[in-house]
């Protein structure tokens, strides 16, 4: 179907019901698009941006985690997973991005390849709050550029702040960067 190579293991009869059902999606269960431009472009910010101090009345977050780079790895370029955050949960954790200190990191840019400096991987958070819907761009793979961008600042990786959106399917793998940034990520403390 379309790139994508399905093959179902089933009686005929149930494989002919399940074939029937298979479509092409533009939009995951989460709010998630399957691709978003910056796959291509992990350097560009929010537009619009919207500082993330302001976002109040949070109903819900879809941190939508995309590959960086086409042909990079086997995955190419496009969406690798996705979780939802809703209500209370989505807004505190906005809070915890809002709390984080300006300036982003932790970096470690002299250990890099520049064309390395973003990483595999990048998280897009899709911020409902009231009517309007704003991005904030999670960048933690990579040894440079890492922290929470809204577009109009870049707070730095906390602990509190990073732990809901790297959670289930968002785990993270590989990355690069100091140890304190690994540690962080990876156990979401």
Same mark, same amino acid.
């Given at each position: 179907?379309?790139?994508?190579?399905?093959?179902?293991?089933?009686?005929? +009869?149930? !494989?002919?019901?399940?074939?029937?059902?298979? !479509? $092409?999606?533009?939009?995951?269960?989460?709010?998630?698009?399957i691709?978003?431009?910056?796959?291509?472009? %992990? *350097?560009?910010? %929010?537009?619009?941006?919207?500082?993330? *101090?302001?976002?109040?009345?949070?109903? +819900? #977050?879809?941190?939508?985690?995309?590959?960086?780079?086409?042909?990079?790895?086997?995955?190419?370029?496009?969406?690798?997973?996705?979780?939802?955050?809703?209500?209370?949960?989505?807004?505190?954790?906005?809070?915890?991005?809002?709390?984080?200190?300006? *300036?982003?990191? %932790?970096?470690?840019?002299?250990?890099?390849?520049?064309?390395?400096?973003?990483?595999?991987?990048?998280?897009? $958070?899709?911020v409902?709050? *009231?009517?309007?819907?704003?991005?904030?761009? $999670?960048?933690?793979?990579?040894?440079?550029?890492?922290?929470f961008?809204?577009?109009?600042?870049?707070?730095?990786?906390?602990?509190?702040?990073?732990?809901?959106?790297?959670?289930?399917?968002? +785990?993270?793998?590989a $990355?690069?960067?100091?140890?304190?940034? #690994?540690?962080?990520?990876?156990?979401?403390?």
């Amino acid at each position: 179907v379309g790139k994508v190579r399905v093959l179902v293991q089933a009686p005929a +009869a149930l !494989r002919a019901q399940i074939v029937a059902t298979i !479509r $092409l999606i533009e939009i995951d269960s989460n709010g998630c698009a399957i691709s978003h431009p910056i796959s291509g472009d %992990p *350097g560009m910010t %929010p537009d619009p941006a919207t500082e993330v *101090g302001s976002l109040s009345s949070v109903t +819900a #977050v879809a941190a939508c985690k995309y590959a960086i780079g086409a042909g990079r790895d086997w995955f190419g370029a496009g969406l690798l997973s996705s979780l939802r955050l809703t209500g209370p949960a989505a807004q505190a954790a906005i809070d915890r991005i809002a709390q984080a200190p300006r *300036g982003g990191g %932790p970096n470690s840019p002299s250990t890099c390849a520049v064309d390395y400096s973003y990483g595999d991987d990048i998280i897009v $958070l899709s911020v409902t709050s *009231g009517q309007t819907t704003s991005e904030i761009y $999670l960048r933690y793979s990579g040894c440079d550029h890492s922290g929470f961008d809204d577009g109009v600042a870049v707070r730095s990786l906390t602990a509190a702040a990073v732990e809901p959106l790297v959670a289930g399917p968002n +785990a993270i793998g590989a $990355l690069s960067g100091p140890r304190e940034k #690994v540690e962080m990520v990876r156990s979401g403390r």
